[in-house]
RNA sequence: GCGCCCGUAGCUCAGCGGAUCAGAGCAUCUGACUACGGAUCAGAAGGCCAGGGGUUCGAAUCCCUUCGGGCGCGCCA
């Protein structure tokens, strides 16, 4: 999709026969919008062609200039150093855009880039052998995001929840459930017990070794079905899986699939052979290896010396059953950046297997979370869980209300929603793949380009909407009406927003989305605070109720797509 | 050791197919009208864009190199 007023510029560029070489969709390319709207609010840089014409760019801005006639959706073509600047007409371009907008609503944006393509995406796939810390949360958020981003713009996605439900961690919880665990012991509270058993176990296996041999061995077992090893397996996965879906439901996130590694089990066999029969695969030093040599990577590993299956046979194993099952054309993991090169591997593998869109399988990867004091580290318990952070992001959320706004009715849920959205909005501040460094007050605030920025912003102009006690439906904006240069810029910004929806979904990144809010937010704050909108002449009240109204839909439609949610009071 | 990522204001981060690119937010300091929600707004202060080379008329942005930090490199996931 082309903003059409670059499209419109590029043709009329292109008819001046100025640059003979132009054509229409590198000119659109090259043109921009500059920063500082004083310059213009479009702009084409002559630079480029000045080696070709051999002219200097100054001149060739003006010899466009010249030789262009401008239609009606600009006002004014200016020359400034070797820039030819346009400026929109601005009655007509607030007109336009803000007529169209109210009365498609959130569907101005709904731009279909997908065709229905199937996307499948996997995020959040916590390992669950020990309980939902804060490093999960990106993956879950940002997986989530991406999920509501692409559906909106007509993606048919399909989100699973890839659990890490097996593998030798398992085998390490139960050594260590039977050295130094009881049943009684886990009743109580099975999340912490199980947990302290996870950290004894790789404090006690620094000095004893063999303790992870033993676990090996135990999950050898289990993949050779031992009945009572699959009992208490069960049982430690149910407790962690239904600890966890209280946090997915305080997140208000889903899948479509909440489908285990351990579902991928009676498929681990086929994949080996097809390794093996297909020659890709051979034995190394004991083990089932794919020699990467050739694509400078390190080999995988897909079966231990043991016979037993690895993260690497799994996710293979389901690859390929994804693939025949939901026929997707495109296949998103998104996982941390640390696992990249195993994701090549991966993916390199499914090509050797002589499937071609291995090369469409794609890594969303992100940066980590740090503590001051370095990595986080679950296996020595040094973990921040999720849900004291939601607790105290609640309370935290509660007694703002209570200073700010005590009178407001279910302020429990009012504080929960501003609490997560506070979460969640500081996951999508920075560019994905920046390491994060955790930080409560960081997380926990709610003023500045916040979360709860964004939901005051909404529920201000809701708020106007209440007052102005007249039904939208009903609106006659004249939106001719609205000439300060306040409303201008906010137009300009909710115009943007197609476009800023559009680099996100192509590019995975969930920050563009958050980063065009706060942009709209912040020309509506300035808006607001240097205009009246209820107490002015009617026909200019209207408008900008209008004005307000489209804001507001953006806002609205904008934080759910982040997984955020919007209160209407707070 | 090799590979990948990161290094921009005191802090957290944008900007990186070169020009219109020195920008936000937080923290600090000043201000804000009966006008509708001050979780807001306006302003001040704060940067040799880690250092050094190069390419270019022009580099935070591209190339090389050094330094700092993170991650990864076979029986974990």
């Known amino acids: 999709m082309s903003d059409r007023y670059k499209i419109i510029l590029a043709e009329e560029i292109i008819k001046t026969n100025c640059i003979p070489s132009l054509i229409p969709e590198h000119c659109i390319e090259l043109l921009e919008m500059p920063n500082d709207s004083n310059l213009g609010d479009y702009a084409l840089p002559c630079f480029n062609f000045s080696k070709t014409l051999k002219k200097n760019p100054q001149k060739i801005a003006e010899d466009l200039m010249n030789r262009m006639t401008l239609s009606s959706e600009f006002s004014e073509i200016k020359v400034i150093g070797g820039y030819l600047n346009f400026f929109l007409n601005k009655k007509l371009f607030i007109?336009?855009?803000?007529?169209?907008?109210?009365?498609?609503?959130?569907?101005?944006?709904?731009?279909?880039?997908?065709?229905?393509?199937?996307?499948?995406?996997?995020?959040?796939?916590?390992?669950?052998?020990?309980p939902f810390s804060v490093s999960h949360l990106r993956s879950t958020n940002i997986g989530n995001a991406l999920y509501k981003i692409l559906t909106f713009l007509g993606y048919h996605v399909i989100g699973i929840n890839h659990v890490g439900d097996w593998g030798t961690q398992f085998g390490k919880l139960i050594v260590a459930y039977k050295?130094?665990?009881?049943?009684?012991?886990?009743k109580k509270d099975p999340i912490k017990n199980l947990f302290n058993l996870y950290v004894q176990f790789h404090k006690e296996a620094e000095t004893n070794p063999s303790l992870v041999d033993e676990a090996r061995e135990v999950f050898k077992k289990m993949e050779e079905k031992d009945a009572a090893l699959i009992d208490l397996w069960k049982w430690f996965?149910?407790?962690?899986?239904?600890?966890?879906?209280?946090?997915?439901?305080?997140?208000?996130?889903?899948?479509?699939?909440?489908?285990?590694?351990?579902?991928?089990?009676?498929?681990?066999?086929?994949?080996?052979?097809?390794?093996?029969?297909?020659?890709?695969?051979?034995?190394?030093?004991g083990a089932l290896i794919v020699d990467l040599a050739a694509f400078d990577m390190p080999p995988l590993l897909v079966k231990k010396s043991d016979a037993s299956s690895l993260y690497a046979t799994r996710d293979l194993?389901?690859?390929?059953?994804?693939?025949?099952?939901?026929?997707?054309?495109?296949?998103?993991?998104v996982v941390g950046s640390e696992q990249k090169l195993y994701f090549k591997q991966l993916f390199k593998t499914i090509e050797l297997l002589g499937f071609e869109w291995g090369k469409s399988c794609t890594h969303i990867d992100?940066?980590?979370?740090?503590?001051?004091?370095?990595?986080?580290?679950?296996?020595?318990?040094?973990?921040?869980?999720l849900e004291k952070v939601i607790t105290k992001a609640n309370e935290l959320a509660l007694q703002t209300i209570n200073e700010k706004n005590p009178d407001l009715e279910d302020k429990?849920?009012?504080?929960?929603?501003?609490?997560?959205?506070?979460?969640?909005?500081s996951d999508f501040s920075s560019k994905r793949i920046k390491d994060v460094l955790f930080d409560w007050n960081e997380m926990l605030r709610f003023d500045?380009?916040?979360?709860?920025?964004?939901?005051?912003?909404?529920?201000?102009?809701?708020?106007?909407?209440?007052?102005?006690?007249?039904?939208?439906?009903?609106?006659?904006?004249?939106?001719s009406k609205l000439e300060t240069i306040d409303e201008f810029?906010?137009?300009?910004?909710?115009?943007?927003?197609?476009?800023?929806?559009?680099?996100?979904?192509?590019?995975?990144?969930?920050y563009y989305i958050a980063k065009g809010l706060i942009d709209i937010a912040k020309r509506y704050n300035k808006f607001y605070t240097s205009h009246q909108i209820l107490k002015v002449k009617k026909s200019i009240a209207e408008a900008r109720i209008g004005l307000s109204y489209c804001t507001h839909i953006i806002l609205n439609l904008g934080l759910s797509l982040l997984g955020i949610q919007a209160p209407s009071q707070m």
């Open 95 to 130: 007109k336009d855009t803000l007529t169209e907008l109210l009365e498609k609503r959130e569907n101005y944006y709904k731009l279909n880039i997908g065709n229905n393509e199937t996307i499948l995406l996997e995020y959040s796939s916590p390992n669950i052998a020990k």
């Open 412 to 425: 429990e849920i009012v504080a929960e929603k501003v609490a997560i959205g506070a979460i969640k909005f």
């Open 448 to 479: 500045g380009e916040t979360g709860p920025y964004l939901q005051y912003t909404n529920v201000r102009i809701l708020s106007l909407l209440r007052k102005y006690e007249k039904d939208i439906e009903d609106l006659d904006c004249e939106f």
């Open 317 to 333: 194993a389901a690859l390929l059953y994804r693939k025949k099952e939901y026929k997707f054309s495109k296949i998103l993991y």
């Open 237 to 285: 996965t149910t407790v962690y899986l239904n600890d966890f879906k209280r946090i997915y439901d305080a997140l208000d996130v889903k899948f479509d699939h909440i489908t285990g590694e351990s579902f991928y089990n009676n498929h681990v066999a086929s994949i080996i052979e097809l390794l093996e029969s297909k020659n890709i695969a051979k034995i190394n030093e």
């Open 179 to 186: 050295r130094w665990g009881s049943a009684d012991f886990l």
């Open 489 to 510: 810029l906010l137009v300009k910004e909710l115009y943007n927003f197609r476009t800023i929806l559009v680099k996100a979904a192509s590019e995975y990144e969930p």
């Open 366 to 385: 992100f940066g980590l979370f740090h503590f001051k004091d370095g990595k986080m580290a679950s296996r020595t318990g040094n973990i921040v869980e």
